[in-house]
């Protein structure tokens, strides 16, 4: 049930494009949240779609994922065990400037006479292009071609290919290419706790800056954290226009300004190279030649090698990865094909800029789009991206589940602290120390544990990497089993069931409960595939069994432990609802007054103490839901209907996590309306800014739901115990075909559906 309505109409309209989102005339109201959808990044680095000129109502930002700087989390009471040290991600320098000159004339796009507009995120080259043409006041014309990209293949390297052009007459052109770490773009609103925290002082100290030729190299460093950033700009320019430049920097900036005296029709062809490398260890001078380094191989390789190795890049991705969805004359939300096609494709472009080159960095909220929640890496990656990567870029998945490995040590050291056995992984981190003040909201979810395991189950399943689970999986698998054998107990009042209290699920309306069944469910699938590798290695691979148990002064009682507890876990029931509970209080809570609620005060957490909300019968998001898909063969479909009748009405959608998975359940017990409603509210959660925040960053797991949503709701994936199975649900129209492709064990396939026809 909708309580306040989670489709609304787009602020801007976008033309139906299957391959670009383009943006026809200049809007500076929309402008922040512009520079997040037509964001550029790689994964390692990001670089927010401000226009180079920068402009009015800016929330301009270029992010290094894992690059932070740390603050003191100061409580008015303390209490031990809590979170001490928060970790922010960093708006590094801005490389991007460039600003143009005719006559002396600055041009600016608010105050602009524009003839001719067209920006564009171009998803099939990975590229953000740009023309305009500019009359100045005196009646010159001035055409302006750009393209930016962030590169997948150079990971630290970003360009710009900046073409100017007077059409009808001569004049004096001054192109200012600029640098400059100046931290803007850090927002903080005391009561929205999603955005980042802003830092009271300077976060980027300078180090060293130089300059030879074209080139500027600018190093800064954290002061608390200890990263050391070098940043380095590099140009070549191409005009049979008479020229020259500048040179000019300083501790927090650079400039090479070129001067041309511009010809009618005789353009101006600026390649603008940016590189970026940062690090914990090494020395500013370290750093700096590093940067040197790269600048050379890319100038030297020029613009055009750069750009034909991200075409050829995108064309692989696309090759695995990309949805399709043909003779879909209209749906009924009254929205064409090309429409459709246009935010499932914005959606996986976004996911592979989040992800492709995070190495052995994890996957931010909002990827690098924006600093909300603190450039914090959650359970997001493992639920609602890990299926997508899994399925399309098992490489990438393999780097994400080994960058969750080498937290271990400090998910132990939490788990000591916490007084419990095993691992405690954080709930929300970049270094692996736990960064989340609100322990309700934070610690309490222990459910990470297990949503860790389950997509490492699901890798090694889909891709047979045997190996990855030898040497890596299966130390986590003892030290998450541990923690669930340590956290439990059997109550007596639970008829000697194994129970777990204390605890917040998915759910974050509902926290420190007894006995939610998603955790409870999840620990014992965790508990269940913890047991089966560690007999299954002791059985047939007695030398990994051996380094393991050196590795973790494993028990074989505990095993034994492990499988009682999973076969005794305590899953609360309603027999006379006939649904599973959310936790054990859940139905003696007051329900929520939805009537009296007005729109304008949701998200609840906004507007209500959380006293509040926790007291009332309220979700945030699909949690017992979530469940009964992840866990699906558990569950008949009968069973998924009536809890997904009884949920639908307590659901705000507060949560952008909270759409898609409703979608799939929706789909999967036939309510093909809610389906659809629910999966465009997901599919549109960025593109027609669903929730009202998208300037502040993407919704990157929302993205991911989106394929889960498609392939396991629409195109009936079934993927129990790494057996691929397909039992489609009709289509949103008649006509409709769905086909996508997915890696499995090494081999490409491709499953399609329309009415009538299933084939893989």
Not at 713 to 737: C, H, K, T, V
Request: charged share 25%; hydrophobic share 35%.
């Amino acid at each position: 049930m909708l309580h306040h309505e989670r489709l609304r109409p787009p602020s801007h309209d976008y033309p139906a494009d299957e391959w670009n989102v383009v943006e026809k005339a200049f809007h500076p109201e929309l402008l922040a949240q512009l520079e997040t959808m037509l964001a550029l990044g790689n994964g390692y680095l990001c670089i927010r779609g401000c226009p180079e000129e920068g402009g009015p109502n800016s929330e301009n930002g270029t992010f290094i994922n894992g690059f932070y700087e740390t603050w003191p989390i100061i409580y008015g009471e303390e209490a031990y065990g809590f979170a001490r040290t928060g970790q922010t991600i960093c708006n590094v320098t801005d490389c991007k400037v460039i600003k143009l000159f005719v006559d002396d004339e600055p041009f600016w796009l608010p105050h602009a006479h524009l003839l001719n507009y067209d920006r564009r995120l171009n998803m099939k080259a990975g590229t953000l292009d740009r023309e305009i043409v500019w009359e100045t006041p005196s009646g010159k014309q001035v055409s302006i071609i750009s393209r930016r990209l962030v590169s997948f293949v150079n990971r630290h390297v970003a360009a710009i290919s900046y073409r100017v052009t007077i059409l009808n007459a001569q004049a004096f052109v001054v192109i200012s290419s600029e640098m400059t770490a100046d931290e803007r773009g850090t927002r903080s609103k005391e009561d929205d706790p999603r955005l980042a925290k802003a830092h009271p002082g300077r976060v980027l100290h300078q180090r060293s800056t130089h300059s030879k030729d074209r080139r500027i190299v600018l190093c800064h460093s954290t002061e608390r954290s200890r990263f050391v950033l070098a940043c380095a700009t590099d140009h070549a320019i191409e005009s049979a226009c008479p020229h020259s430049y500048k040179v000019a920097h300083s501790g927090d900036s650079g400039q090479v300004a070129f001067t041309i005296e511009a010809r009618p029709s005789c353009s101006i062809q600026l390649t603008k190279f940016m590189a970026y490398h940062a690090s914990q260890t090494d020395s500013p001078e370290q750093i700096c030649s590093r940067a040197g380094w790269t600048m050379d191989r890319v100038v030297s390789q020029g613009f055009q090698n750069l750009l034909a190795s991200q075409e050829q890049y995108m064309d692989d991705f696309w090759r695995r990865s990309d949805v399709r969805i043909k003779d879909v004359r209209e749906d009924r939300t009254k929205r064409s094909t090309a429409e459709i096609q246009q935010a499932i494709r914005f959606n996986l472009f976004h996911i592979l800029q989040a992800s492709a080159c995070a190495e052995d960095r994890g996957v931010p909220a909002k990827g690098l789009t924006g600093q909300a929640y603190e450039g914090h890496y959650f359970w997001d990656t493992e639920i609602y991206l890990l299926p997508f990567l899994t399925y399309t870029s098992p490489r990438i998945a393999r780097n994400l589940l080994a960058f969750r490995y080498k937290m271990l040590p400090q998910a132990r050291a939490r788990a000591k602290e916490l007084g419990h056995r095993g691992a405690m992984f954080p709930w929300r981190t970049i270094s692996g120390e736990e960064a989340s003040a609100y322990y309700a909201a934070g610690t309490a979810q222990y459910h990470i544990n297990a949503d860790i395991i389950y997509a490492l189950r699901k890798y090694v399943q889909a891709t047979g990497d045997e190996s990855f689970l030898r040497d890596y999986g299966a130390e986590m698998l003892v030290e998450t089993a541990r923690l669930w054998a340590d956290l439990g107990f059997y109550s007596d009042a639970k008829g000697d069931r194994f129970c777990i209290n204390g605890v917040t699920g998915p759910d974050e309306y509902n926290a420190v409960v007894n006995n939610n069944a998603y955790t409870n469910l999840m620990a014992r699938e965790n508990l269940r595939y913890a047991a089966h590798v560690v007999e299954s290695m002791r059985k047939t691979e007695p030398d990994a069994y051996n380094t393991l148990v050196h590795k973790t002064a494993l028990e074989p009682s505990e095993v034994t432990a492990w499988i009682r507890a999973a076969e005794n876990m305590y899953v609360p029931y309603d027999e006379k609802l006939e649904i599973i509970p959310q936790d054990d209080s859940f139905l003696d809570r007051e329900p929520w007054d939805f009537q009296n609620t007005p729109r304008e005060r949701y998200p609840l957490l906004l507007f209500y103490h959380p006293l509040n909300i926790y007291r009332k019968r309220v979700i945030k998001q699909a949690d017992v839901l979530l469940a009964m898909f992840l866990l699906g063969d558990a569950f008949p479909t009968e069973a998924k209907k009536r809890n997904f009748d009884f949920y639908d009405p307590l659901t705000t959608g507060d949560s952008s996590l909270s759409s898609c998975v409703e979608a799939i359940v929706a789909a999967q017990t036939g309510d093909m309306d809610k389906a659809i409603r629910y999966g465009m509210a997901a599919l549109l959660m960025d593109l027609a800014d669903v929730g009202g925040n998208v300037r502040d960053g993407c919704h990157i797991a929302s993205m991911g739901g989106t394929w889960m949503m498609l392939t396991y709701g629409f195109g009936g994936m079934r993927d129990s115990d790494g057996m691929l199975s397909f039992w489609p649900r009709r289509a949103p129209e008649e006509n409709a075909i769905l086909r996508f492709p997915l890696v499995y064990r090494g081999q490409m396939l491709e499953s399609w559906n329309r009415p009538g026809h299933r084939g893989v």
